[in-house]
């Protein structure tokens, strides 16, 4: 069975630009949920999706956004980038909420 | 406030020297602990889950356990592959939110 994916891996922008950052649930899993991974903050809670219906947000500004499809896929948007918003962003499926999360290799952002 | 807190920060073993990492977490109504491990430039990957005060569960050379304040991940004579960061998260109920703490640098040497 195959792992949660994200794409792109690697990503390198500039301040002001925005980004978009693909995750594709394991199989059958409904649930998706996004962190923020920095070495000084750890893992942050982003927000998450079940049915294509946002279910919880964290403690991040209105640039951040995400969706989720009908297929359980999911996106997330980060308007007008900054330095801070350098990070590794993963994504993480799970059957149902409550569930175990299964995390996708991440999508490493550097904003210079 | 829901809060997880891990020690110790690094830890260094020698192989076959046995050892425990500590989660110690605040929660409003606790749906369960999990543990996972993270390899440089990877996402976590799940180790255990852990739902009621007592429970025990085991994998290999490592075992979690849960009381209603901390949990405790024991590795047994470590070998220099079990080197990694260590996660601990709790999940509230009603929600897919981990709240992680830090993490456990552990680093097994030959």
């Known amino acids: 069975k195959a792992g949660v994916t994200q794409t792109p891996r690697y990503l390198i922008k500039t301040r002001g630009q925005q980004v978009t950052l693909s995750c594709s649930p394991i199989?059958?899993?409904?649930?998706v949920s996004w962190y923020q991974q920095t070495p000084g903050q750890g893992l942050q809670f982003l927000f998450e999706?079940?049915?294509?219906?946002?279910?919880n947000k964290g403690n991040f500004p209105g640039r951040f956004s995400g969706r989720q499809f009908s297929n359980s896929r999911s996106e997330m948007n980060v308007s007008t980038l900054e330095l801070g918003d350098s990070a590794l962003y993963l994504c993480?499926?799970?059957?149902?909420?409550?569930?175990?999360?299964?995390f996708g290799p991440g999508t490493r952002l550097t904003v210079l | 406030e829901d809060q997880v807190t891990q020690s110790p920060e690094a830890l260094r073993l020698q192989e076959g020297e046995s050892s425990s990492l500590n989660c110690s977490y605040t929660v409003s109504g606790l749906r369960g602990l999990f543990w996972y491990r993270q390899d440089p430039g990877k996402g976590p990957e799940f180790l255990f889950t852990l739902y009621s005060a007592g429970e025990e569960k085991e994998k290999e050379r490592l075992k979690a356990t849960l009381t209603k304040k901390e949990s405790f991940l024991h590795i047994t004579a470590p070998k220099p592959e079990d080197s990694a960061t260590y996660l601990c998260a709790v999940q509230a109920r009603n929600t897919d939110k981990l709240i992680f703490g830090t993490g456990t640098r552990l680093q097994v040497f030959p």
């Open positions: 993480a499926s799970s059957l149902a909420i409550g569930d175990t999360q299964y």
């Open positions: 999706y079940f049915s294509e219906t946002q279910r």
């Open positions: 199989s059958g899993h409904r649930s």
